[in-house]
């Protein structure tokens, strides 16, 4: 598995919104590529405690898109949503819903930007309420499982 | 996660711009009432009332410095911030190193059509 020092930063410029921010060393086409293909969306985004099972995207304005991914222990999360604004490769505009919880609909922003043969993505998500937002940050099916296991990583290797 | 008063949560303090700006002159050292009233190019009372709030929960600390009271930052109610959102910093982290995986393996493919358009390559098939 590759390590990597570009970590991604996450802030929240707004009670209601999330700013992702994150480096590719890589021409944004290529990161554009990545980022709107089912079969490589389908390697990244679940990262690696789940697996994506299902990853669906028609790229034009009013298309859908749908990622459907299984946690260890066959727990399933879906996320759809709509294309708002497509504009490869630079801005995609598209709503983003938890199954789960489809009340609250996410508008996320992606905009990228090359210097240098580098590529800096951007990703503002902007929900309903504050109370939406947080629920986002809390939820934390990848994250509450990865903190456990980082949390087990540092026990074991504590006793190494 | 539910959320205090404006008053009496850091997180929502912290939402306001300008009390922003007064932790970010307090995170250069102490401050006093004046100081800050000059670099915000605010008036006082509004100054001595962001600074109020900032105190109640906790983000800034005051000390009295013979006719001056200087201000200065207590970063541990952040902290509390930087906890929340880690384990979804993290979760981002290793979505977006696995794109870097995918997106490295588009850049050789490209990189070898461009050498030579007619080679194969080494190519890869995803599983």
């Avoid at chain 1, 995207?57 to 898109?65: A, K, M, S, Y």
């Avoid at chain 2, 906890?83 to 993290?90: V, Y």
Wanted: net charge negative.
């Amino acid at each position: 598995m590759t390590t990597t020092t570009h970590s991604a930063k996450v802030t929240l410029p707004t009670d209601t919104q999330i700013l992702i921010t994150r480096e590719f060393d890589a021409p944004k086409h290529l990161v554009w590529k990545a980022y709107t293909t089912p079969e490589l969306v389908a390697r990244w985004w679940s990262g690696e405690r789940a697996k994506v099972t299902s990853a669906e995207i028609d790229l034009r304005v009013g298309g859908t898109w749908r990622y459907v991914a299984t946690a260890n222990g066959g727990f399933e999360v879906a996320f759809h949503g709509e294309y708002r604004e497509v504009s490869a490769p630079d801005r995609l505009v598209n709503t983003e819903i938890f199954e789960g919880a489809p009340e609250g609909v996410g508008m996320v922003t992606t905009t990228f930007t090359e210097a240098g043969g580098r590529t800096t993505m951007t990703q503002l998500c902007e929900y309903g309420d504050r109370a939406v937002r947080d629920m986002v940050i809390d939820s934390g099916m990848e994250g509450g499982m990865q903190e456990s296991l980082d949390q087990l990583e540092q026990v074991a290797v504590s006793l190494t | 996660m539910a959320r205090a008063a404006t008053t009496t949560d850091a997180f929502n303090a912290v939402a306001e711009p300008r009390r922003r700006e007064i932790l970010d002159l307090l995170a250069g050292g102490e401050r006093s009432v004046t100081q800050l009233v000059e670099s915000l190019g605010l008036s006082q009372p509004l100054v001595s009332k962001h600074l109020r709030v900032l105190r109640e929960v906790g983000l800034v600390r005051v000390r009295d410095a013979g006719r001056q009271r200087l201000y200065r930052l207590d970063a541990g109610p952040l902290r509390s911030i930087a906890t929340w959102l880690g384990p979804f910093e993290r979760a981002m982290s290793e979505r977006f190193d696995l794109m870097d995986d995918v997106i490295r393996e588009l850049k050789a493919q490209e990189d070898e059509n461009d050498d030579d358009d007619d080679a194969l390559g080494e190519g890869h098939a995803p599983d």
